[in-house]
C-alpha cells in the first residue's frame, strides 16, 4: 500500500471512529436529557454532515466533499429508483420466505402498518430505567397501545369518548389501551393533569407534545418515516461514506477492475466496512455489521452515477422497505 493510500485509510478510520464515539455520547446525553432525546438523530446527522467539510477544510478531500458532480443529481436519482425497483421486489420475496420458514412468523400477523406514529414504536427495554420525571410511558401494541406508570402516584387515564371508562394505574402497573381509547386520552395525577414532558412515548421514550395524548392510528407514518430517512439518515451517512469517504480512498487507491461495468476497487470496499463499523456504535451486535453488504452497492452505485444522490435514494427505500415488512409478520 502506497504512502497515499496509507494516509487516506487512516484519516478514514479517525474519522469514522470519531464519528462512532460522537454517535455513543448523543446516546447518552439522550437517555438523561429528554431535550437532547427529542433531538439525538439530528444531532448525529450533523456530525455526519459537518466531518467532509471539516476534512475538505483541512485539505484533505478530493473534489466536492460530498461527492456530488455538477449536472449529474437527476441521472443519479433515476438510476438510485431503477435499481431500488429490481434489488427491493426480491428481497420483499426473500423476507416473506426466511419470516415464514426460519423464523416461524406468520404474514399479517405482526403490528400491522398503520400506526399513531415513529414515536411509538418499539418497546422500552425492560432494563431501561425511566426518563427522569417520567410518570407515564406509552407504546404501540398490535391493535392499540401499552401504557405503564413509571412513577410513584397512581395515575388516572381519561379516554375521549363517551363508551370508554376511566382507567386507574397504580404505581408500576399497566394497561392496554384499544380502539377509540387508543386515539386520544388525557392522563392526570393526584395534582390535576400530567405535563406532557412527564408522558413519554415509544423505544426511546420521546416526550409527548400535549397532554391529552393524540394518538390515531394511520398510514401517514410512512411519509414521514420516508423523510427521516432521507434526510436525518441516508443523506448524512451517503454524503460522508459514499462523498468524502469513497472519494478519499478512490484518489489514493484507483481502482484496477470492473464490476457490471463500473470501476471498482479497494476502495469501495473499505468504504463499505467503515460504514458497518460504525453502525456497531448505536447498536453493538454482530449482524449490523451485515450492512456491509448494501454498503457494497451503495459504493456502485455512487460509482455509476458518479454522484451521492443514488445511494441516498436506495438506503432510505431499503430501510422505509425493512421497517415495513417488520411490521407484517408476527
Known amino acids: 500500500m502506497s504512502p497515499a493510500a496509507r494516509r487516506a485509510l487512516l484519516e478514514s478510520v479517525v474519522v469514522t471512529v470519531t464519528l462512532a464515539v460522537w454517535i455513543v455520547v448523543v446516546e447518552w446525553a439522550g437517555s438523561v436529557l429528554p431535550a437532547v432525546a427529542s433531538l439525538a438523530g439530528a444531532l448525529v446527522a450533523l456530525g455526519f454532515l459537518a466531518a467532509p467539510l471539516l476534512m475538505a477544510r483541512l485539505g484533505r478531500a478530493d473534489g466536492d466533499p460530498y461527492g456530488a458532480t455538477p449536472g449529474q443529481a437527476i441521472g443519479s436519482l433515476g438510476l438510485g429508483l431503477v435499481v431500488s425497483v429490481v434489488v427491493l421486489l426480491p428481497f ?54 401499552i401504557v405503564r406508570n413509571e412513577g410513584s402516584v397512581a395515575l388516572e387515564l381519561r379516554p375521549d369518548c363517551a363508551a370508554c371508562p376511566v382507567r386507574r394505574l397504580l404505581p408500576g402497573g399497566s394497561d392496554q389501551l384499544l380502539g377509540p381509547a387508543a386515539a386520544s386520552f388525557a392522563v392526570r395525577g393526584p395534582e390535576g393533569a400530567v405535563a406532557p414532558e412527564q408522558i413519554r412515548r415509544g423505544r426511546y ?6 397532554n391529552p395524548v393524540q394518538a390515531p392510528a394511520s398510514l401517514g407514518w410512512l411519509l414521514l418515516l420516508l423523510l427521516d430517512q432521507l434526510i436525518v439518515v441516508a443523506l448524512p451517512e451517503e454524503a460522508l461514506f459514499r462523498g468524502w469517504m469513497l472519494g478519499r480512498l478512490r484518489a489514493a487507491m484507483p481502482p484496477s477492475r470492473q464490476l457490471f461495468g463500473v470501476p471498482f476497487g479497494a476502495a469501495h470496499v473499505l468504504s463499505a466496512a467503515l460504514f458497518a463499523l460504525v453502525h456497531l456504535a448505536a447498536t453493538p451486535a454482530p449482524h449490523r455489521l451485515l450492512v456491509f453488504f448494501p454498503g457494497l452497492l451503495f459504493a456502485w452505485l455512487a460509482e455509476r452515477s458518479r454522484h451521492f444522490a443514488a445511494p441516498v435514494l436506495h438506503h432510505a427505500l431499503s430501510n422505509v422497505t425493512l421497517q415495513g415488512l417488520g411490521r407484517l409478520y408476527g
Request: avoid cysteine; hydrophobic fraction near 40%.
Open 205 to 210: 421514550r420521546v416526550a409527548a407534545d400535549a
Open 92 to 145: 420483499a420475496l426473500g423476507y416473506d420466505v426466511v419470516a415464514r420458514e426460519i423464523w416461524g412468523q406468520r404474514r399479517f400477523a405482526g403490528v400491522g402498518l398503520p400506526s399513531p406514529g415513529l414515536e411509538y414504536q418499539g418497546t422500552p427495554a425492560p432494563a431501561e430505567p425511566p426518563a427522569q420525571g417520567a410518570l407515564l410511558t406509552v407504546w404501540e401494541r398490535r391493535g392499540g397501545l
